[in-house]
């Protein structure tokens, strides 16, 4: 999605812009721009393409000023181009506007500006803002957006500058990320924090419906109405590393790998020295105990561990779960009681989808607990309660981390409310918790032996077609699976519950076709390798991923992958990492860039 960022203060902007929308890179781009205040008046460059032809013309046509906006665009309305690129400025060119969302009623806003005689160049929703805030502005650039905003519907990031107060940023927020980055004589505006970092760590959250206006040495926040707000800022404490590549070739490599360690700062601050399991940050004990119903809703990436979380709930605690996708659950007429329980998975806590759907059953008077990777985030913010999954910054657009550690809260989740009901024994209790804190060691066993991997998928990445296959987790896991391999890789990859074949899907199979077992439910091993046997039988190459030492399925499968014995229900906090570790490596065979998949964006913050 798109990034936006701004900078006033005593450094040249240029460089301060180009930085940070080089840390936005990782949200997804077509295209980047700049407009930059020079003394006398504000300088538009701007590119199509990759961040790198913005900083060729830059070289060529240099713009100096302390005062700036920037952005990485992520088409919606109009085609990737120089035209369509922000900044956009109304006609005069005394306004400048970047924007991350969507203005909904930008046809209807057109054609009353163009009425009234402004000339549109771009095919953009944005540009309606520029003409508005000039056609609003007497002098007062705050009191101008102010009064656009109040015209427009639908979302947005917003930043303005002004060459008639050259000292002064506008930006705005209503359901698209923004934060303020404050330092002595500076102040840094952007989508996320980690552009930001490099400069500063305290910052402003925005919240919805507020107006901020920036100068060197000051950040001040207004409602709607422009009536003053006052606000704290919040200390990011993270490292600076977490967000670099650290000697790895790629983010998505280093966030593999980092799964051993942040699986650990998901669970050691929530078990007790008693070894007991904390988790009073979402409820209490009585609110749980009480719990009758959950509905667990998300998209992508974070949906499949939902259904993971739906397995090991019903398992461990025998309460009804019900599971949905988030962009399709905004749209139904759920059913809720004070007695449900709304569990809500997030990564970036900031999808527009999510957030929807968040807001929905909020008015149905569920509670809510948000588990998400970013503290300040609008889901953490606006839940009940908030989980932090504790991973660090993920910058990959595929999820991995994020992925393991929101399984992680998952099942610290299951296992408190299987205490709390009692329908776990403590000695059985005790012995899953030991078992998670072996987890992370095991994850870095699985992360040593990658031979095998990286060997298949040398033999296999170009297949055309990759199926999934497993029972139970094995298939929660394989759907997630087969979204790695899809989004870096392109192949047309798909999950089938393993019982589903027959059904229809092995009419697919033949020699073109890779197909992944996950056989890690003991109790399935054999309806799995017949499994496994039917689809060899049709001529497709076959990887098992199962436990160490275990042979079962030497015979059918081309090539078997294992993991570290665990307990059946936790096998999905290591059975992903061989799947993450082959879609990273066939996307690399191809020399694709695994970080950066065409046509996605790593926060959907639009819908
Ligand atoms: O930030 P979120 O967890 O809400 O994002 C949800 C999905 O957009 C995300 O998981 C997406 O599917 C990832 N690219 C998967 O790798």
Avoid at 360 to 371: H, L, S, V
Wanted: aromatic share 8%; net charge negative.
């Amino acid at each position: 999605m798109c990034g936006i960022t701004g900078y006033v203060g005593v450094k040249d902007a240029t460089p301060v812009l180009i930085n940070a929308l080089k840390k936005l890179e990782y949200r997804g781009y077509d295209s980047a721009g700049i407009a930059v205040f020079d003394g006398q008046e504000i300088l538009v460059r701007k590119s199509k393409g990759a961040l790198k032809f913005l900083e060729q013309k830059l070289a060529k046509e240099i713009i100096r000023g302390s005062i700036g906006i920037g952005h990485t665009r992520w088409a919606t309305h109009g085609e990737p181009s120089d035209i369509n690129s922000h900044p956009h400025t109304d006609v005069s060119g005394s306004i400048a506007v970047v924007h991350n969302g969507i203005i909904e009623n930008y046809v209807s806003l057109r054609e009353k500006l163009e009425k009234k005689g402004f000339a549109f160049k771009s095919q953009t929703d944005t540009e309606v803002a520029a003409h508005l805030i000039h056609f609003y502005y007497e002098g007062n650039l705050l009191e101008a957006v102010s009064k656009a905003l109040k015209d427009i519907s639908g979302s947005y990031a917003l930043a303005v500058l002004c060459d008639k107060q050259p000292d002064v940023i506008v930006a705005a927020r209503k359901d698209s990320p923004l934060v303020i980055g404050t330092a002595k004589n500076e102040q840094f505006l952007a989508s996320d924090v980690t552009a930001l970092l490099e400069y500063t760590r305290d910052v402003y959250y925005v919240d919805d419906n507020e107006i901020v206006e920036i100068k060197k040495d000051s950040v001040k926040f207004y409602d709607n109405d422009l009536e003053p707000i006052t606000k704290q800022t919040s200390h990011i404490d993270w490292d600076i590393d977490s967000a670099e590549k650290c000697g790895y070739e790629h983010f998505m490599l280093k966030e593999i790998h980092e799964q051993p360690a942040a699986l650990r700062q998901t669970l050691s601050p929530r078990i007790t020295k008693e070894k007991k399991i904390d988790i009073s940050e979402i409820a209490s004990d009585e609110i749980l105990r009480s719990t009758e119903r959950i509905v667990i809703t998300a998209c992508g990436t974070a949906y499949h561990a939902g259904i993971v979380g739906k397995y090991v709930i019903e398992h461990f605690a025998r309460i009804p779960v019900d599971i949905d996708i988030a962009s399709e659950f905004r749209y139904r007429e759920p059913i809720f009681n004070p007695k449900n329980l709304f569990i809500i998975i997030s990564q970036s806590g900031e999808t527009a989808d999510t957030l929807a759907a968040m807001r929905m059953a909020k008015k149905c008077g569920a509670r809510i607990i948000a588990i998400t990777n970013v503290a300040g985030s609008t889901l953490a913010r606006e839940a009940d309660a908030f989980m932090h999954t504790n991973g660090g910054p993920e910058i990959a657009v595929a999820s991995t981390k994020a992925f393991t550690t929101q399984l992680m809260c998952l099942y610290l989740i299951a296992l408190k409310l299987a205490e709390l009901k009692g329908t776990i024994s403590e000695e059985n209790l005790s012995k899953a918790i030991k078992e998670l804190e072996t987890i992370s060691a095991k994850a870095e066993i699985v992360l040593q032996d990658k031979k095998t991997i990286q060997k298949f998928a040398s033999r296999t990445f170009n297949k055309k077609k990759a199926f999934f296959i497993g029972r139970l987790a094995d298939y929660a896991i394989s759907m997630e699976s087969a979204l790695k391999l899809k989004e870096i890789n392109y192949t047309h990859s798909e999950a089938f519950a393993a019982g589903e074949l027959k059904h229809g899907p092995i009419a697919l199979i033949d020699t073109d076709t890779l197909v992944v077992a996950i056989c890690t439910q003991r109790a399935l091993f054999e309806k799995m390798d017949s499994n496994i046997k039917e689809v060899k039988a049709r001529g497709a190459s076959v990887l098992c991923i199962t436990y160490e030492n275990e042979h079962f399925f030497d015979d059918s499968a081309d090539a078997v992958v294992h993991i570290p014995e665990t307990f059946d229900e936790f096998t999905p906090l290591l059975s992903i990492i061989p799947s993450q570790l082959y879609a990273y490596y066939c996307s690399v065979q191809r020399s694709l860039d695994p970080d950066k998949p065409r046509n996605l964006a790593k926060s959907v913050t639009v819908e």
